[in-house]
């Protein structure tokens, strides 16, 4: 967010500009680059479209703020990551299912991956949320490729649950409560973690 | 495709009708509803935009075509889920990753796989192809829910890794061997087919 704007008082401007920043995440989701407006972002926020373009300057800029990591999802992955290693593929699965159930952080992952689908700048920036947040900082493996290949498959196993549970809804998976996902997913994720993956 | 309409030799128009939908398939991939246009479509198909709208009607029946199971697709998968249960979690892998091998039914995934993240009835469609072709013809399970929660979590794994591999290419599982890869994750898909998923 820009830094030396100032068309009001601090609060409002901080009140205003996150109202435009969950707007645009469920634009850019729901209709992608291509169909979204910085107008119908403000209709969405009830505000001024010249405000939107007031406090993010272009469209590019606003994918660029909706599609940024809230600092609280990076700190609570780096945390995640330091759970003893036999608990890690429940505690990593917890994790995702607690960030889609909150309101901004959902909002960020749902904005990504759909986003992600459609703009390649996009899908650069979700390499480097995959790569830094969900793999960048684990301690797993005996060496770096080993350790990438890890977390690049509890990845895929987080993602595409996060798919069929969140975006696509497809049942049962769908209503499944967390307990249920965790005792049927998380010997799988520890699979990943410390299982012998045939690499030697 | 339609059946009834015959601006030229039958060969003609299969070769045709076929170039448009993969066209169709890549720029609803690519760029979405939204921004896809059937001026583009036939431009990459190299025709007259007249005769995208003389085979397909409308925007909405290409996409309709565009997304729908080939008819190999759907037979390979049924033979697939025939496959002694023991070997199925590779087996099923295997399928996944031919599949994406393959270039017809490659590019019909990914535009489904895309499409679904924008529009509502493509999501539909994508949740009718995952029930049917992934989950619906399994033979899991000890009751009709069991059998629906293996084939989901099934579908979750697999797909999560064709966004990994094949959409956002992100590395090492996008260059991983089929070998390598079905190492390290049919394991896991096996878990899913028979193991204990704790619903008694």
């Known amino acids: 967010m820009p830094q030396n704007i100032s068309p009001g008082p601090r609060d409002e401007r901080g009140v205003l500009s996150a109202r435009i920043l969950t707007a645009a995440r469920d634009a850019f ?3 992608g680059w291509a169909g979204t407006t910085i107008r119908a972002v403000a209709r969405a926020a009830d505000v001024d479209p010249a405000l939107v373009y007031h406090y993010f300057g272009s469209k590019e800029a606003l994918l660029g703020a909706a599609t940024t990591p809230p600092q609280r999802w990076l700190e609570s992955v780096a945390e ?25 952080i959902g909002s960020f992952l749902r904005a990504v991956l759909l986003t992600a689908a459609h703009e390649q ?6 390499r480097l949320v995959v790569e830094r947040s969900l793999m960048g ?26 798919m069929m549970r969140y ?3 497809i049942e049962p998976v769908a209503s499944l409560s ?4 965790v005792t049927a997913i998380a ?9 012998d993956l045939g690499r030697g």
Chains 1, 2 share one sequence.
Not at 121 to 126: I, N, P
């Open 80 to 104: 995640t990551w330091l759970t003893p290693v036999d608990q890690l593929g429940s505690a990593l699965l917890r994790l995702m299912l607690d960030a889609w159930a909150d309101e901004e």
């Open 121 to 126: 700048s996009t899908r650069e920036k979700l």
């Open 137 to 162: 900082v684990s301690q797993l493996g005996t060496d770096e490729r080993d350790r990438m290949l890890r977390s690049g498959l509890i990845s895929s196993q987080i993602i595409g649950l996060a």
């Open 187 to 195: 010997p799988n994720l520890q699979h990943y973690v410390e299982g």
């Open 29 to 31: 989701a729901e209709t």
């Open 178 to 181: 967390n307990d249920e996902l």
């Open 167 to 169: 975006v696509w809804q």
